[in-house]
């Protein structure tokens, strides 16, 4: 405490210096963690919303009926065609692979999907939260150190005799 009263001493004020570029590099890192947060957790939200809609288009299909659908050809284009009633569809499974499968297994391996989405989409809602606490602690503890810093500047050339 006596040195902070006659001024900073050149080695704590580097220590001081390098402790706070640390952190702000730590920020930095976990600002980066977090934009791929984010981005993974919009790409989980979007596949629960497609999920969603592929089971109720399934669930919609009135069974024994054909059914006027449109269907993509590419590049945004879609041309209407009727689709026969149907028994087996055709599910990928990953890895290229699709396996033939009746609707309601389509339907339940969807709703199986979407809870996986769903206990993803938590985690990174959760693991957002822990990096934004974190960042938050970093930069309370970096504008304490600043403060200490200017207030130990401040102390340091505001007290002893006067200059010329």
């Known amino acids: 405490m006596i040195l902070m009263s006659k001024g900073i001493n050149p080695q704590q004020d580097n220590a001081i210096e390098q402790r706070i570029n640390e952190m702000v590099q730590q920020s930095r890192i976990l600002e980066a963690y977090m934009n791929d947060i984010v981005t993974k957790e919009a790409t989980a939200l979007r596949l629960i919303e497609e999920a969603r809609l ?17 269907v993509p050809v590419g590049i945004g284009i879609y041309m209407r065609a009727l689709i026969p009633p149907v028994d087996k569809l055709l599910v990928n499974v990953g890895a290229g692979v699709s396996v033939e499968k009746s609707k309601q297994n389509a339907i339940n391996y969807i709703e199986a999907r979407i809870k996986e989405f769903e206990v993803a989409s938590r985690q990174l809602a959760g693991q957002k939260q822990q990096i934004e606490l974190r960042m938050a602690q970093i930069q309370e503890q970096i504008n304490q150190m600043l403060q200490q810093s200017s207030g130990v500047q401040q102390g340091g050339t505001g007290t002893g005799s006067p200059t010329r």
């Open 54 to 70: 592929a089971a109720s288009a399934l669930h919609n299909m009135a069974a024994g009926d054909q059914t006027e659908s449109l």
